[in-house]
């Protein structure tokens, strides 16, 4: 088990609450992939020879180079790793790339699967994160994707913002019915410190974000997912039985994946690195062999934290027997720092796990906190 991850760092223009490294100058497209190759040349032996099931292309937009790009890189992909042959392959894409030609184009790539960032249904949200696509195009390119037999695709909502309404939210959730969508992941958006977003609230020219609606979305979206059989099987994550993510589950099963290109983090189980978040830093550095690279090693403390952190977002929960590994004096301290949670009904034990409740979702980052070991 263990996964590939491309950045592909650059967008068309940046969306008002995003702070994802990228860029909007595509100039250096060309010499991006050339390097990208060239870092999975030198970073082959990272993963040990291990089995790889998933490859995700992320960014900033993916699907902004072609099909040719697209495959260099699979080409180099499979040249230097063991890429199962069932290996789950994501393009991260953006609903104004999806054509009818570029479609017809990633059938002849490995991609078998998209994750599409549609945000909402409705032209004031989209204007208002000044997304380069408009609501027909949020409609038109899932209409499109079925026609052209992409059957496992992820799109991703956001949901909290100031001009997204109960009733909009409602429906963009059904959407997910309409367009038959296998996975969604629902984000509440945040306001990131840089963001366009940050500065037009702080200039008082946008509404703030209002912790109660973000409350009354994340309860309609659990509500929805019972009424309709959705698997909530990760905080942000939904998906109907037999299309969840590969490479979401990797992640938090903590299993070991490579990291190519600007900003990409690494994790082979006990030590974690980023490479530069700067296009051409990066470039440089890979042009004359100069390090792009940092990278910490995780102490028992810090894996412990990473357990709890990850898979108590999780419907597998934190396992009993898994955090006997780190010893009595951590279980001890899971055990007591927990139960005030059970007490109040935000987690739940069954047998030997122990999972968040829907309201205790709300709280996650907070439960986490009170369960670290420092
Ligand atoms: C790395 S972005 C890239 C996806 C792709 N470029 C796109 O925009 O469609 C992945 C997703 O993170 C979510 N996201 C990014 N910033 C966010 C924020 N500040 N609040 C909530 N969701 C955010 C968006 O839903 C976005 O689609
Ligand atoms: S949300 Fe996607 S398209 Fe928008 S700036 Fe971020 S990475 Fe780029």
Redo the contacts with the bound molecule.
């Keep these: 088990m263990a996964g590939i991850y491309l950045h592909i760092p650059f ?1 068309k223009q940046a ?1 008002s ?4 490294h ?1 860029s909007t100058t595509l100039q250096a497209k060309d010499q991006m992939v050339s390097a990208l190759c060239r870092e999975l040349e030198q970073r082959r032996d990272y993963l040990g020879g291990d089995k790889i099931d998933t490859i995700y292309l ?6 902004l180079l072609n099909a040719s790009e697209l495959n260099i890189l699979f080409l180099k992909i499979e040249e230097l790793f063991a890429v199962s042959p069932e290996a789950e392959v994501t393009l ?4 104004d790339d999806l054509s009818h030609s570029f479609l017809t184009e990633l059938l002849d790539t490995p991609v078998n699967r998209l ?5 909402s249904f409705f032209d004031e949200d989209l204007r208002a994160m000044n ?1 380069a696509h408009d609501a027909v195009q949020s409609h038109s390119c899932l209409e499109l994707v079925h026609q052209m037999g992409f059957d496992n695709f992820n799109i ?3 949901y ?1 913002m100031p001009t997204l309404s109960m009733e909009q939210w409602q429906d963009n959730l059904l959407n997910l019915n309409t367009f038959e969508v296998p996975h969604v ?1 629902c ?6 410190p840089g ?1 366009a ?1 940050f500065h037009q609230i702080r200039k008082g020219q946008a509404p703030d974000v209002k912790d109660d609606k973000m409350v009354a979305h994340f309860r309609a979206l659990v509500e929805f997912a019972e009424e309709n059989e959705l698997l909530h099987y990760e905080i942000s994550n939904l998906a109907r039985p037999q299309k969840l993510a590969v490479h979401n589950r990797n992640y938090w099963f903590g299993a070991p994946y490579l990291g190519i290109g600007p900003s990409a983090h690494s994790f082979n189980g006990q030590q974690r690195s980023w490479n530069v978040a700067n296009n051409q830093k990066y470039l440089k550095a890979i042009d004359q062999n100069l390090p792009y690279q940092e990278s910490e090693s995780l102490s028992e403390i810090d894996q412990y934290n990473e357990y709890v952190l990850t898979r108590l977002r999780t419907m597998w929960g934190c396992q009993i027997n898994e955090i006997n590994k780190w010893g009595e004096e951590t279980y001890q301290h899971f055990h007591n720092q927990i139960q005030p949670f059970l007490d109040s009904s935000h987690v739940r034990r069954e047998d030997s796990t122990y999972r968040l409740t829907p309201e205790g979702m709300l709280l996650a980052d907070h439960i986490s906190k009170e369960l670290f070991m420092t």
């Design positions: 967008c969306c609450y995003c702070n994802f990228f992320g960014g900033g937009t993916p699907s991260e894409s953006n609903p994750s599409i960032g549609i945000q997304r991703d909502l956001i909290g992941s984000y509440a958006l945040t306001v990131e963001t977003l």
